[in-house]
């Protein structure tokens, strides 16, 4: 889907799916997530996009919380 | 016998705790890793001719060096070699629960899987070839349903077997493309030849691996430049290519390896489905009813603990106070013997004042275990999130800080829901400044003392909410200076729901209570008695006391002992805040335990502790002092540190002296800062 660009995961409305494409983080919070199954070309399902509370996605068949500073470094197609 | 250990390692909510209890039953011990706030559960098991014991790792998705609780589970590995490690999977959640499972086999443990919740699996019509599956995985795989108790021999017949057979080199290894498995190689030779010692310890690849990934543990560990440059060249290269960090493609790799097990292995026959859970989570997390829900949920934690507390409280503290008499009853009446005086007194008086807490205790951790187990926490946590996260702390402080307005010693205990220690030493610290229901007891003195009726409601309220702003700013600025940095990236799996087992949640209680006894309980109970001497001794002459009525023999020995002494020499220190040497003696007396500081007032006053004393009591402090004074020492004591215990129950819980005292004190200087202020400004308005 070329006309669709590069767009920070609090972006996403609730019910979407995207597709991760990095994650613009330090080390430490980067390999968390990667270990959590949340690495590029992972399909995510936002479930809940909080304002301002947490965030909520579904990965992998799992319920994820993250909070807003962490939704905002995660950029998704 | 012969002996093994078996380490159980598994994510967060894979129902580690449910295998542990199947396997171990109650005989469990609760301690701390070394130097480390992690808890540390063990427990013995006889089967088949073995003592095994298994020693529950902390809960981790990975194995990296970012968090203590990883670090801990690895170095428990790799120092303590386990002749076993189980790792326990959430069956019904597969892919990334392996993800941990991937790394145990690149530290080529002997590895037995757990396929745990096998029957929420099946619901979900997930069907396994587990023979073909752990021929891929190079381990043992168990279906268990840990709360159900099914599938324990299997799992413990496996787990002898996998310890007969030894350290097989696992044949079967996540490969990470060729890039990378050149690098790995390379890395892997110089780190052989260089770094023997290490390699021996580690194996060379799981070192190259964890090098690789710039794990900042494992390159502390290396000292050769050779190694460490072909590290710094391998990473570039990597970079260069791939555009990410090496560690990132790695992981990906894993995931992959996973992926391509799963697939041939794992069928669906199941279409899923919205579930339960889901349904659950939209009323508990609903935007407008979550937070009600919520409150609600804590006031009934609250009212369990204290309110249905209080009975069992009132039955000990009858049984105690029927004790002592009885024991005082040995001696003739009036007799001055020291030791009824400790065995009533002291001894009693000690034991009566640890244990009337653990019925508090074990009714918060029932509460604590049944919203654990049931997954709701973390849904508590997500509801406090955005206010909590404002002080720089997790959504789940908020339940320990509440049940503070209790009871410090339960709230501090409570703590250990925070799985993240920076936050829960922040927790802990503040906690004291939760007006806790001892302290009422002052309150309900001064008030009436000297405020008219009307402004008793407010007042009360005033105090409790000094407490809460103050700590929010403790807690912000602790957050801000010692423990900062390590923004705790707010990441959390909301587990499914799940009806936790009777058998569970009696496990976790009876683990709780059983530790305060042990380990808070000894140090309060030292100290309490340490105290009751300073308030006893030593005593005036026999001939100085002649011709006084018993409320003026009260008055003269507290008068005559350590404390009151002390009480004395600290006047000049404490004048500023308004206060004189009866009120420095009561707060000393009153560091055993906050509700000790009235009786203390009543003794130097010579009005005795009844209830027509207090009422004569308020009438000596409505003459001695003014309403700002009165003031002031409930700031004082809402401030300070409310008793002994808590320091006791902050050593225990820390796992350091160091904190304790700094608590301790820092409160106490805050309580000195505070008061000093307000009256010093106070009396110069007032003129």
């Known amino acids: 889907m070329e006309n669709e660009h590069l767009r920070p995961l609090s972006k996403v409305k609730a019910g979407e799916t995207v597709k991760l494409t990095r994650v613009n983080a330090g080390q430490g919070l980067n390999s968390r997530l990667a270990s959590m199954g949340l690495l590029p070309n992972v399909e995510i399902t936002v479930v809940r996009n909080g304002h301002p509370g947490p965030f909520v996605i579904s990965v992998k068949g799992s319920k994820m919380m993250l909070g807003r500073g962490i939704a905002n470094k995660i950029m998704v197609l | ?687």
């Open chain 2, 1 to 687: 016998m012969k002996k093994l250990t078996v380490a159980l390692a598994g994510n967060p909510n894979s129902g580690k705790t449910s295998v542990f209890n199947m396997v171990t039953g109650a005989r469990q011990h609760v301690g701390n890793y070394p130097g480390v706030t992690v808890e540390k559960k063990e427990g013995k098991c006889k089967y088949d001719g073995y003592e095994i014991t298994f020693v529950d790792l902390p809960g981790t998705y990975s194995l990296t060096a970012y968090s203590i609780e990883e670090l801990v589970a690895r170095n428990f590995i790799i120092e303590e070699r386990p002749d076993v490690v189980v790792d326990i999977v959430d069956a019904s959640n597969i892919e990334r629960n392996l993800y941990l499972a991937t790394q145990l086999i690149e530290m080529n443990v002997p590895l037995v899987l757990a396929f745990n919740m096998s029957d929420v699996a099946k619901q979900k019509g997930l069907v396994f070839d587990i023979e073909q599956l752990s021929g891929l995985l190079g381990a043992a795989i168990v279906p268990t349903v840990g709360n159900k108790a099914k599938g324990k021999a299997e799992l413990l017949d496996a787990v002898v077997e996998t310890a007969e057979r030894g350290n097989q080199r696992h044949t079967h290894k996540v490969s990470y493309g060729d890039e990378i498995e050149e690098e790995l190689a390379k890395i892997e030779m110089l780190v052989a030849a260089k770094e023997q010692q290490l390699a021996e310890k580690y194996g060379s690849r799981w070192l190259a691996i964890k090098l690789l990934e710039q794990d900042t543990d494992v390159n502390a560990k290396v000292h050769s430049k050779e190694v460490l440059d072909a590290v710094t060249a391998g990473t570039e290269h990597l970079r260069d290519i791939f555009g990410d960090e090496p560690e990132i493609m790695m992981a990906d790799r894993r995931y992959g390896f996973i992926s391509g097990a799963c697939q041939e292995t794992i069928k669906s026959t199941v279409e899923s489905r919205h579930s339960t859970s889901d349904l659950i989570d939209a009323i508990v997390t609903n935007r407008i009813i979550g937070l009600p829900i919520f409150l609600m949920l804590m006031y009934l934690v609250f009212l369990l603990t204290f309110k249905i507390g209080e009975y069992p409280m009132g039955w000990l503290e009858q049984l105690f106070g029927w004790t002592g008499k009885t024991i005082a009853g040995f001696w003739s009446p009036g007799s001055e013997s020291w030791l009824k005086s400790l065995l009533v007194d002291g001894i009693i008086g000690g034991v009566g004042g640890v244990l009337v807490f653990l019925p508090n205790i074990l009714l918060l951790f029932l509460a604590i275990a049944f919203l654990e187990d049931t997954g709701y926490m973390a849904r508590a946590a997500f509801i406090m999130d955005s206010i909590m996260h404002k002080i720089g702390l997790h959504g789940k402080s908020f339940i320990p800080m509440l049940i503070g307005f209790g009871c410090s010693l339960p709230a501090i205990m409570g703590t250990r829901i925070l799985e993240n220690r920076r936050n829960r030493l922040t927790t802990i610290m503040v906690i004291p400044l939760m007006s806790c229901g001892a302290r009422l007891t002052i309150y309900a003195l001064i008030i009436p003392a000297f405020f008219a009726e009307k402004w008793r409601g407010p007042m009360l309220w005033l105090i409790y909410l000094i407490g809460i702003v103050l700590a929010v700013v403790c807690a912000k600025i602790l957050r801000l200076t010692l423990f900062k940095g390590e923004t705790i990236p707010f990441v959390m799996e909301l587990p499914p729901y799940r009806m936790p087992t009777p058998k569970a949640v009696a496990i976790h209680m009876w683990q709780r209570g059983w530790m305060y006894l042990r380990k808070a309980g000894t140090i309060i109970l030292a100290i309490s008695i340490i105290l009751w001497v300073a308030m006893s001794y030593p005593k005036p002459s026999r001939q100085s006391l002649e011709g006084l009525n018993p409320q003026q023999v009260h008055k003269a020995k507290l008068e005559h002992s350590v404390v009151g002494r002390i009480g004395q020499a600290i006047e000049p220190v404490i004048r500023p805040l308004g206060f004189d040497w009866k009120i420095g003696t009561a707060l000393i007396g009153a560091t055993a335990a906050k509700e000790v500081f009235v009786s203390q007032l009543g003794i130097v006053y010579a009005v005795g502790s009844s209830d027509q004393g207090s009422q004569t009591l308020r009438e000596k402090l409505r003459v001695n002092y003014t309403p700002l004074t009165g003031f002031c020492i409930m700031l004082f004591c809402l401030i300070s540190t409310p008793c002994v215990a808590t320091a006791a129950m902050t050593k225990q819980e820390t796992n350091s002296w160091g904190w304790a005292l700094f608590q301790f004190f820092g409160l106490g200087c805050l309580a000195y800062a505070v008061t000093f202020i307000v009256y010093q400004v106070g009396s110069f308005i007032s003129g």
